[in-house]
């Protein structure tokens, strides 16, 4: 699977290399992204994107992928349309505190 990682992801790979947050959000380190997006079947169902995380309750954290990304799309697993667009900074500012 060939992705092109966007810079703000990037940079939170360099400083945390993936989180877990309350024990309800997951971003993906190093370590896991390339499994989670094969699980995930990204490369299918979102063409373009990539799973940076999820919420350990069946909804999925999407990038587009390009360098100067920085809006995650929530999307519900096997569903795939988009019903949240967040920012990846708000997320961080705001402490990963997200309304369900």
């Known amino acids: ?5 966007p810079n703000s992801y990037k940079d939170l790979l360099r400083d945390n290399n993936g989180l877990s947050v309350d024990g309800r959000i997951l971003i993906y ?4 992204i390339m499994e989670r997006n094969e699980t995930w079947e990204t490369q299918e169902n979102a063409q373009g994107y990539i799973a940076i995380g999820d919420d350990v309750g069946g909804k999925v954290f999407l990038m587009h992928q390009g360098d100067n990304e920085t809006m995650v799309l929530m999307v519900m697993a096997g569903i795939w349309f988009p019903n949240m667009p967040i ?7 705001n402490g990963f505190k997200m309304d369900s």
């Open 1 to 5: 699977m060939k992705v092109k990682l």
């Open 29 to 32: 380190g190093t370590q896991d």
């Open 87 to 93: 920012c990846l900074l708000q997320i961080l500012l």
